[in-house]
């Protein structure tokens, strides 16, 4: 999964098709996890399985919910290179749920903060 960001406008895309040979268009860079200088116990996902259910929670101490500042989308990327994505707003938990069911090995979960940027950890999931 990459997540691009416009050089100029601060505008923040998710790349649903990569382009050819790599290179990103020009004015755009990709925006890599934990980069900033943001708390890492407010941004970095805590995940936990509870059956079927993957519980995020961002992160372990959770993160301010604000208009101005807040947890914008949580993306689930598993194994197999498929994505699910949670979006929120300001004045929800920061917290979402993803269905495991059917699902197994690595699960790398990142979240987006409008201010902070993108972080992301890495989880296994137990077969049940
Ligand atoms: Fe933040």
């Known amino acids: 999964m990459k997540i691009v960001k ?4 601060g505008a923040v895309f998710e790349m649903v098709v990569e382009p050819k ?3 990103l268009p020009e004015g755009f860079h990709e925006v890599k996890a934990g980069t900033t200088d943001g708390a890492l116990e407010k941004h970095v996902p805590v ?7 993957l519980i995020v929670k961002v992160g372990s101490v959770p993160h301010p919910m604000l ?3 807040y947890i914008t989308a949580v993306w689930a990327e598993f194994e197999d290179g498929t994505v699910e994505k ?26 987006y903060c409008n201010l902070h940027g993108l ?10």
């Open 6 to 9: 416009c050089n100029e406008c």
């Open 21 to 23: 040979g790599g290179q």
């Open 47 to 53: 995940v936990e399985q509870n059956g079927h259910k």
């Open 67 to 69: 208009e101005e500042h």
């Open 86 to 111: 949670k979006t929120l707003n300001p004045g929800q938990e920061p917290q979402v749920h993803f269905c495991v069911k059917h699902r197994s090995g690595k699960v790398t979960v990142y979240e």
């Open 119 to 128: 972080w992301k950890t890495e989880f296994t999931i137990s077969a049940e």
